[in-house]
């Protein structure tokens, strides 16, 4: 039997769902109710294939498309899979690894919160005021960044300023009566001074929502304290598959 029961499984394919609403890649095609993603290889999630829900053909071809999809697209093969899914154990199946070598981690935690999040508020545009993607991105965005950052139903881009420049940034993205969080970041000399939550309770005001989901690697600790600290608790995992490299040689 699968770790997840229907329940669960129908709640975290919900929020996979509306994730990917919040975070567009430049090309999307549906695969049944699997999402192939492709987005100039700028994030994980924009350049995989959500294999959520139903194909609507074998596992073992769905990911034969994938693969296909991935080649036009000049990206790797690779699929989202949430942990202890019958989708999961089926990809496994079919000869695939999870990418242990992913550079944001092998695996993520989405985490929800109904609670409001205290504390002052900062400016929230409605586009990134200067030095924001420069800041999020770590130098000039490529047009498949700014594309990301700056699609969806409804995007917010919260900033924070110190010392007359721009030194915290964070993205919001509203997709139904959920706040979508991303790209939290603070300039490394700014950092533990509570800028990361000043900027979350600036979406959080902006937003005027009453749910809130955010996706965060399961190895990053600090972010993970903060989010508990804020009423968030895990919905569940997901983790990136991509095919098992045949071997070479004798």
């Known amino acids: 039997m699968s770790i997840l029961d229907e329940t669960a499984r129908m709640d975290?394919?919900?929020?996979?769902?509306?994730?990917?609403?919040?975070?567009?890649?430049l090309v999307e095609k549906p695969l049944g109710d699997w999402r192939l993603r492709a987005c100039g290889g700028y994030t994980g999630r924009a350049n995989s294939a959500l294999a959520v829900g139903d194909p609507g053909i074998p596992v073992a071809q769905a990911l034969h498309t994938v693969a296909g999809f991935a080649e036009e697209q000049q990206i790797r093969p690779c699929v989202q899979v949430i942990v202890g899914s019958d989708t999961e154990a089926a990809v496994a199946a079919?000869?695939?690894?999870?990418n242990l070598a992913h550079p944001k981690g092998a695996e993520s935690s989405v985490l929800t919160s109904t609670r409001a999040v205290p504390g002052p508020a900062t400016e929230v545009a409605d586009t990134?005021?200067?030095?924001?993607?420069?800041?999020?991105?770590g130098g000039e965005p490529t047009p498949a960044q700014r594309h990301v950052l700056t699609s969806g139903p409804r995007v917010g881009f919260a900033s924070v300023h110190r010392d007359g420049r721009l030194v915290g940034a964070a993205r919001g993205c509203v997709v139904r009566d959920y706040l979508h969080v991303s790209v939290v970041e603070v300039a490394p000399e700014y950092r533990r001074q509570g800028l990361g939550s000043t900027l979350l309770a600036s979406l959080d005001k902006w937003a005027d929502t009453g749910h809130r989901v955010l996706q965060v690697a399961v190895h990053n600790e600090p972010a993970l304290a903060?989010?508990?600290?804020?009423?968030?608790?895990?919905?569940?995992?997901?983790r990136y598959w991509i095919p098992r490299v045949a071997p070479t040689g004798k």
């Open 12 to 25: 975290a394919r919900s929020l996979e769902a509306l994730c990917a609403d919040a975070w567009p890649p």
């Open 94 to 98: 079919a000869g695939w690894s999870v």
């Open 128 to 137: 990134p005021p200067d030095g924001w993607l420069e800041l999020v991105v």
């Open 226 to 238: 903060l989010y508990a600290t804020l009423g968030y608790t895990e919905s569940h995992r997901y």
